[in-house]
């Protein structure tokens, strides 16, 4: 569990280990003026002009503003989002994750995780198609709270009305505009039956087969389309039951049929008629004024070091250990006295599952300089992990469970929205016994910060059985009965209930 917490997911590809695509001691692109670039949300590292990252910048300012006022600013919290901005392709093609061995056909991508969310794309194609994969991906996060719960089409369907954010006239937004591939895709191919649509999952063919995910993306688009702003306000209203009935267990099928009080046929000849008519509606927003006018943000130049240990952290978070390795090392060659490399090999440890020569490499980090907050947690975690907690827990001598306690706590000093640091201290402090309510509180503000990781859950209610409240860890408990909890964390939450029982 511990490990898992700082698992991270590409959401484009599944990738394989790889070794570098080249050395970056010879790269052209280390040896050129690289800066990085803060906004109010976003820190975005490139070598590319200051006046297309402004533009970049003000861009997904804007479109988390427009989120915000959609859904709640409380549902745009997540870890940090790093932005990679090459100048053009052919900068970025090395650093992109690989498929067959190859780099991924890909005109952007966004890598998400608990630690660190990333985007990267080129700036010589912000208006070509990256920006639109951009927002795509980065709509799975911010709606990542439904994640466990909503049906693949809704998933899908949801990200491709949020991928056509555009801003005109300044100050105004808008989303929903048609997507022309998807309009001439259904214009020649029959829809899919609804019944068939609602049961597509992560392992279906429609899906992962690339031959059909055309009519299942369209169709999905389409759908969502219709029942968001298709125009028929009893639609409109009863979509918004969908989310709570699904929440609640009930099947995709049941939920919409519940909830649109409509049969599966009679939604499939209204969604066809949609689609003859032509005429697609779109939704209008106002932004605030703090991205009206081009948003000021801080720059500062980085050294050739700090160039190679950003590219390292880029090529770790894609999934390529090998050549993340190369640049850490060339890092290291060229900042001996810098902690970054050292942290950076740190991290790579751990995600190799070396908890003791990560310890040792961050530790080293950490006489020569400041950590951030995921050094330290980090550090803390692989710590932890060579006690040999596990499966049978057992309280830490007062001396290593200090080390641990604090350097947590300076995580959390550093990014108070970390959930996983959240989760990991509330997992402490209820194994060591000492404070049980603020180990409660650590793993509900985790909870908080990251809803879709059902495995939270399961350590609240263990906090909530240590502490004596039966009755709130069987609360806990019976909402990971729900057919869509993952099976392993479902059968762990019926044991855990069966023992309460007894």
């Known amino acids: 569990m511990l490990r898992h917490a700082l698992g991270f997911f590409t959401t484009l590809l599944a ?9 970056p001691g010879g790269n052209a692109l280390t040896q050129r003026h690289w800066f990085e670039a803060r906004t109010a949300y976003f820190q975005i590292f490139s070598c590319g002009s200051t006046q297309e990252v402004a533009r970049l910048a003000m861009r997904l300012e804007q479109f988390r503003d427009a989120y915000s006022r959609l859904a709640g600013a409380q549902a745009v919290a997540s870890p940090p989002i790093i932005v990679m901005a090459f100048p053009d392709q052919a900068a970025m093609r090395p650093f992109l994750p690989l498929y067959e061995g190859k780099p991924a056909n890909l005109a952007a991508f966004f890598s998400r995780g608990s630690d660190q969310n990333l985007i990267v794309l080129p700036l010589s194609s912000l208006e070509a198609g990256s920006l639109k994969v ?26 491709e009305i949020y991928s056509t954010f555009e801003v005109y006239g300044g100050s105004h937004a808008r989303i929903g505009k048609p997507i022309d591939s998807h309009v001439r895709f259904l214009a020649h191919a029959p829809l899919m039956p609804l019944k ?37 306000p009893a639609h409109k209203a ?20 519940n909830a649109l009080h409509t049969s599966l046929p009679a939604m499939e ?14 939704l209008e927003l106002t932004l605030s004024a703090s991205v009206e006018t081009a948003r000021s ?51 790579l440890a751990a995600r190799r599952g070396q908890p003791a020569e990560a310890v040792r490499l961050l530790h080293q980090a950490m ?47 550093l990014m108070p929205d970390f959930g996983p640091a959240h989760h990991l201290l509330g997992f402490f402090e209820m194994v060591q016994g000492e404070d049980l309510h603020d180990a409660e509180k650590h793993i509900q503000r985790a ?8 495995a939270y859950l399961l350590t609240l209610a263990q906090a909530q059985l240590a502490n004596r409240e039966l009755a709130a860890a069987r609360r806990t408990l019976e909402t990971l009965r729900r057919p869509y909890v993952e099976p392993q964390i479902r059968a762990h939450a019926e044991d855990m209930l069966k023992t309460i029982g007894q």
């Open 15 to 23: 990738l394989a280990a790889m070794a570098a695509t080249g050395q």
């Open 367 to 413: 006489q020569l300089g400041p950590l951030n907050f995921l050094g330290h947690y980090t550090y803390a975690r692989e710590k932890y992990l060579l006690t040999g907690t596990g499966p049978n827990l057992h309280t830490l001598e007062k001396g290593t469970a200090a080390e641990i306690r604090a350097e947590l706590q300076k995580s959390l000093a």
């Open 269 to 282: 000849s209204e969604l066809r008629a949609y689609l003859a008519r032509g005429r697609f509606g779109s």
């Open 297 to 347: 943000f801080v720059t500062r130049g980085l050294t050739p070091m700090e160039v190679c240990y950003r590219l390292g952290d880029e090529l770790l978070h894609t999934g390529r250990p090998e050549a993340a390795e190369a640049y850490f090392m060339e890092a290291k060659k060229l900042g001996p006295t810098s902690p970054l490399p050292y942290e950076g090999l740190g991290q």
């Open 134 to 159: 951009v927002f795509h991906e980065y709509t799975h996060l911010l709606l990542r709270h439904n994640l466990p719960y909503w049906p693949m089409w809704l998933t899908e369907g949801m990200a």
């Open 238 to 257: 009863n979509f918004r039951q969908l989310t709570p009935l699904l929440r609640l267990g009930q099947s995709p099928e049941q939920a919409f049929t």
């Open 196 to 232: 068939q649509l609602f049961a597509v999952t992560r392992e279906s063919p429609e899906y992962n087969e690339r031959q059909h995910q055309g009519v299942f993306y369209a169709e999905s688009w389409l759908l969502t389309h219709y029942l968001m702003l298709g125009g028929n």
């Open 447 to 454: 909870i908080q910060l990251e809803p879709e990781n059902q």
